[in-house]
């Protein structure tokens, strides 16, 4: 299953890189791709930050969340994304660690 990686960036310690890169080492032990917004280099805008992740976003058959609320809220923002997903499970969407909706691909 390919599972996108969601969580804050901005403002943190080493734009909390090192929790994205735990995280996806372990999904990856697990036989998944993590796709991965904490290997984008420094030196983009928000904008071309943005773009890249919503084109992670849309190759996702699931989001692993590294934040419950604040990611909740972002990905329910991306409208493009929400048309494309078949089932939210309710239970994991507001946990910390949890896969919060997956795609008819996956």
């Known amino acids: 299953m390919k599972i996108y990686i969601a969580g804050p960036m901005s403002g943190?310690?080493?734009?909390?890189?090192?929790?994205?890169?735990?995280t996806a080492a372990k999904l990856a032990g697990r036989g998944h791709v993590a796709l991965n917004p904490a290997i984008l280099p420094d030196g983009l805008s928000q904008a071309e930050y943005?773009?890249?992740?919503?084109?992670?976003?849309?190759?996702?058959?699931?989001?692993?969340?590294?934040?419950?609320?604040?990611?909740?809220?972002l990905i329910a923002g991306y409208d493009d994304i929400r048309e494309q997903r078949n089932s939210i499970l309710p239970e994991a969407a507001g946990k910390v660690?949890?896969?919060?909706?997956?795609t008819s691909s996956g």
């Open 97 to 102: 660690g949890a896969i919060a909706w997956t």
């Open 12 to 22: 943190l310690v080493e734009f909390n890189r090192p929790a994205f890169m735990l």
């Open 50 to 73: 943005m773009d890249i992740c919503l084109a992670m976003l849309r190759c996702a058959d699931a989001i692993y969340m590294l934040e419950g609320d604040e990611v909740k809220s």
